[in-house]
């Protein structure tokens, strides 16, 4: 599993990439405008990629 790490680009990709396409108000989630959820939904989602990195990360095994 060397290349866990590419996915750490997801979050990257879903805040700054998905901006353009997500970028309206009219749909609100949860009281929220659907940007701003979006934004939301995406910090949530990048600290379970970062869970996910950190417990199948070789390197981490290695310094144990």
Same mark, same amino acid.
């Given at each position: %599993?060397?290349g /866990?790490r590419w #996915?750490? #680009? &997801? +979050?990257f #990709? *879903?805040i #700054? *990439?998905?901006? +353009?396409? $997500?970028?309206r108000v009219t749909?609100?989630?949860? *009281?929220l +405008?659907?940007i &701003?959820?979006?934004i =939301? $939904?995406w =910090?949530? /989602?990048?600290s /379970?990629i %970062? $869970? /996910?990195?950190y417990r199948? @990360? +070789?390197?981490?095994?290695?310094? @144990?």
């Open positions: %599993m060397k /866990i #996915l750490m #680009l &997801l +979050p #990709l *879903g #700054l *990439g998905g901006i +353009p396409f $997500a970028n749909p609100y989630i949860l *009281g +405008p659907f &701003l959820f979006w =939301v $939904a =910090v949530i /989602i990048t /379970i %970062m $869970a /996910i990195v199948f @990360d +070789p390197k981490v095994k290695e310094e @144990d």
